[in-house]
């Protein structure tokens, strides 16, 4: 339920930027960005039609979540997109934010794994490569001809390869409309 919740908050977010900003860049200095400013600096200068595809890949997992299914990222994009979710949500529940006391989330009976988002990146996750793409260290490991890439073995993390799908998923319907 908070992965959902903060996935829907997120994907509103994600498309309030592209509203607002269109193909601007990223200024991490700009403090009215919802969700692209947390995203690392490679994708700063990524155009909106870029940004929708970010913002659907939150719309995607939650509809998985909402029938039922586990939110498995096919693309870089989702897996990024999970990472913000599990950071999102964990704020939402330690601030009390995801329901009132008294509401469902409250209702339900309690399990000590309730809020192990560690856990759930684990079971939801591949790996977490796409992180790396923070460290200005490792500027450069997102391309797949890299030499640290090709140590690490990371794959395609560039900003144009982002939507599609890793060699051991299945794409997504690219038809499938964007909410907004």
């Known amino acids: 339920m908070a992965l959902a919740s903060a996935g829907s908050v997120l994907a509103d977010g994600a498309y309030d930027d592209v509203v607002e900003f269109g193909d601007e860049p990223v200024d991490p200095n700009h403090a009215d960005w919802s969700v692209f400013d947390t995203y690392p600096r490679i994708t700063w200068r990524q155009d909106a039609v870029w ?43 330690e601030d009390e934010w995801i329901d009132e006391p008294g ?56 900003p144009t390869a982002w939507f599609e799908a890793f060699d051991n998923m299945s794409s997504r319907d690219g038809r499938r409309p964007f909410r907004r």
């Open 51 to 93: 940004r929708r595809q970010a913002a659907r890949s939150y719309d995607d997992l939650v509809s998985d979540l909402e029938q039922g299914h586990w939110p498995r990222p096919t693309c870089p994009g989702e897996e990024m997109a999970i990472h913000r979710m599990v950071e999102y949500a964990d704020s939402m529940v």
């Open 103 to 158: 509401g469902l989330f409250y209702k339900l009976p309690e399990h000590s794994d309730d809020v192990d988002w560690e856990a759930v990146k684990d079971t939801l996750l591949q790996d977490q490569d796409i992180l790396e793409l923070f460290s200005e260290d490792l500027d450069g490991i997102e391309d797949p001809d890299g030499e640290l890439n090709q140590v690490m073995r990371i794959g395609d993390y560039r």
